[in-house]
Nanobody
Framework: QVQLVESGGGLVQTGGSLRLSCVVS????????MGWYRQAPGKQRELVAS???????NYVDSVKGRFTISRDNGKNTVYLQMNSLKPEDTAVYYC?????????WGQGTQVTVSS
């Protein structure tokens, strides 16, 4: 069973940066497209970024130019580098498969951006 463990969140000011990590049990990172998702209070979970098995990233418009998704196959880890953070980026961030989040959700990591 695949397990997902997210970390790296925290409290930052507007304009700050954070780097999120998602360790994936099992050697699937190299072959399975992965995504970072987020859920803000009172809102549905949404896709933020995805990375293909070939290493190509795609982003929703609201984070383009600010977030970068990457992965280290040797470490079974997917990263999300977040720069120029805005208060509207405040949410719990999760990783999972893409386009279908087929794995059990991890606990997520809280990102809070203060204005």
């Amino acid at each position: 069973q695949v397990q997902l463990v997210e970390s790296g969140g925290g409290l930052v000011q507007t304009g700050g940066s954070l780097r999120l990590s998602c360790v994936v049990s099992g050697s699937i990172v190299s072959i399975n497209p992965m995504g970072w998702y987020r859920q803000a209070p009172g809102k549905q979970r949404e896709l933020v970024a995805s990375i293909s098995s070939g290493g190509f990233g795609n982003y929703v418009d609201s984070v383009k130019g600010r977030f970068t998704i990457s992965r280290d196959n040797g470490k079974n880890t997917v990263y999300l580098q977040m720069n120029s953070l805005k208060p509207e980026d405040t949410a719990v961030y999760y990783c999972n498969g893409f386009p279908r989040p087929a794995f059990a959700w991890g606990q997520g990591t809280q990102v809070t951006v203060s204005s």
